[in-house]
């Protein structure tokens, strides 16, 4: 097995398991009380863009984020604490999985369908303005995509030619609303080639096949500077919002589940790698699963000891200046006369 | 004596940008023809020249996206100066103040901060009419996480803007459109006024006024017509929550009578807010507070009509009158 299958597969298990287990553990337990979009079904992406990411790199995620937080590097002792509401999660516990962030990371996402996608721009403006080789990472959903500001945004990421790499995550469904109910177009690709902006369809289950495309695509914006987008045909297996399913409300059928279901690209590589690398990979899936599942074990206990924070109305303003600013001007007329004669003229 | 420097409240906000761009390198200016003909009421005049168009640079009619662009250049430690011509574009722009800039430092629990200034042309301009005379400022002073701020004066102008921009906290900077061409004397080095700290504007026994923006120049007519005959506590409220209270709640207890002017609708206004701290505070009053505000209705074109739509410096000598129980 060559390195890169390895942290693949990988990746894939580790945003798989670690979303199996706070399902699982979210009830009857009822330790984390915050909604959820879970993403399982749809690793591919965040899994096979986890190599390719740099430190100083950023990603400004939708709500469907967990993939991308840990794909990033994002503490999972941190992740599950701010589930639990703990001042110990990555947002002092004050935002939960729909607003998960990162400022180590820089990892950011937030819930206000493509708020997160406009600001990808400041993001890859900063970059370029400190002259640094880095990249942004702008994660969406096909029914993101039909926000007014996403039309402002490519616009402005082609004409200021921002380093970005857009990724829109079509699982074909806002909610439960199917995408031929919101939209004439299928393919949000299609749309965005009118702003001049070098745009790709994945429509495969071939992990290995979207490694190499994304290997690609962020080399190609590091020498460019100038933005991607990428669409990626997937399909979410769990509820809009979990842990619960929502499957009873027959918006989607069960044929099209039952045919993504068999097209999970986990399942498609195990068997993939299994089949070639025989008791090599299960010797290799042995260990990964075992030391991922002590580390979720080890997160969930981190997140159950840490306790609650005391304060955070602090945190609504930092209160503080630039360095520059080393002393406030008075002109209180009480304490510096010399102000009064100073009266504007009328207007 | 050395003559003192005069310079307009559009000059003094040219010359707080120049001084901030000195000061560091990461602040820099965009927005809707910011580098155009009239160059903001010429308030961004000059600067290209001095600096370079990385620093100072047009954007498209793209409001939303302008200000996530801001937004996340200054989570990035970029400290970006986003200009609207007029406030009233910034309506679209709600979500990314509501949901975005004014919650980015809290829901870090801190560890991340947007210091970025929004500059808006706000209020009275001839026939300007309902959609481009608004002020808007209570709406925005109603999120916790934002800082808005009206300056009165040049000089004002001049120490609130390098404060906003020099803030770590993101910035709302409105700039009424009748002041533009107002003069005084404004102090050539850069320096900074606190945000949150009410100006003492004049020194007065008989009344405790608190205007805020060009209701501080009326209040100061108001007063020049009244004489000796009545005299006012005028404070300079500069920004539009968040202040701190101690210096009109001492005057309070002078005076016991609370005037409030101030240019925008009066329901849920800075105003109704200050009173209902001044009245939570326990202090005591000898006459109910009074509210001087814009009608409850959207600003009318027609110049006579617009005429009757703003109060004036007789509005508050007629409501002072009443106050003080003085005839004059
Ligand atoms: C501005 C706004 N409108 C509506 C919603 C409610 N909402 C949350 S997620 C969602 C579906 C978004 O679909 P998509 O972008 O395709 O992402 P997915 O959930 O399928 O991953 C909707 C409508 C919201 N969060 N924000």
Known sequence: MKNFQKNLYHQLLYIRRVQEEISNRYHPADNMKCPMHFCMGQEIGPAALSSFLRPGDAILSHHRSHGYFLANKGSLNEMIAEFHGKETGTNGGLAGSQELSCTKTHFYSGTILSGAFGMSLGDAFSKVYKNENNITISVIGDGGMEEGICSETLNMAILYKLPILFICENNKYSTHTKLNERTEYQNVSDRIKGYKIESHLFNSNDPEKLYMLLKNLTSKIRKTKKPIFLEIMTYRFNGHVGPEGDDHYNYRSKAERDLWSKKDPLKVYRKKLDKKFGIKFKNFENKILNDINKKIDRSFAFALKSSFAKVYKKYNYQNTYHKSVKKFFNNDISFNKDQEDHRPMPY | ?328
């Not at chain 2, 927005?31 to 308030?43: A, D, I, P, Q, R």
């Not at chain 2, 801001?70 to 970029?78: D, F, I, K, P």
């Not at chain 2, 004002?156 to 906003?164: C, D, H, P, T, Y």
């Not at chain 2, 005028?234 to 609370?258: A, E, G, H, P, Q």
């Open chain 2, 1 to 328: 004596m050395k003559k003192k420097r005069l310079l307009t409240f559009a000059e003094s906000i040219n010359e707080a940008q120049i001084q901030a761009m000195k000061l560091d390198k990461n602040v820099f200016i965009f927005g809707l023809g910011v580098e155009k003909t009239g160059h903001v009421f010429k308030t961004t005049l000059g600067i290209k020249k001095k600096f370079s168009s990385k620093r100072i640079f047009e954007s498209p009619n793209s409001e939303m996206a302008l200000t996530t662009m801001a937004a996340g250049a200054a989570n990035s430690h970029l400290r970006p100066i986003l200009i609207h011509h007029r406030v009233d574009f910034m309506a679209y722009t709600f979500d990314q103040l509501v949901n975005w800039i004014s919650l980015w430092s809290f829901k870090s629990s801190g560890k991340s901060s947007m210091p970025l200034v929004i500059r808006a042309i706000i209020g009275r301009g001839w026939g300007q009419g309902p959609q481009h005379a608004k002020t808007l400022h209570s709406m925005f002073s109603y999120l916790p996480g934002l800082t808005t701020v009206m300056p009165s004066s040049p000089s004002e102008a001049k120490g609130l803007l390098l404060s906003s921009i020099m803030s770590n906290d993101p910035v709302i900077f409105l700039e009424y459109r009748a002041l533009f061409n107002t003069k005084e004397h404004v102090p050539e080095e850069p320096y900074f006024i606190e945000l949150g700290d009410v100006r003492h504007r004049l020194l007065g026994d008989d009344i405790t006024v608190v205007a805020m923006g060009p209701a501080v120049l009326t209040a100061i007519k108001a007063q020049d017509i009244c004489k000796n005959k009545i005299t006012f506590d005028l404070f300079d409220l500069r920004v539009m929550s968040n202040y701190k209270l101690n210096k009109i709640l001492k005057s309070l207890k002078k005076t016991k009578k609370l005037l409030c002017v101030e240019d925008g609708w009066g329901s849920g206004s800075t105003s109704s807010e200050l009173i209902s701290k001044i009245v939570e505070s326990g202090v005591e009053l000898s006459e109910p507070p009074v509210k001087i505000t814009w009608p409850s209705s959207h600003v009318p074109m027609s110049n006579p009509l617009e005429k009757d739509f703003y109060f004036d410096e007789r509005n508050i000598v007629k409501a002072a009158e009443k106050l003080a129980k003085i005839k004059i």
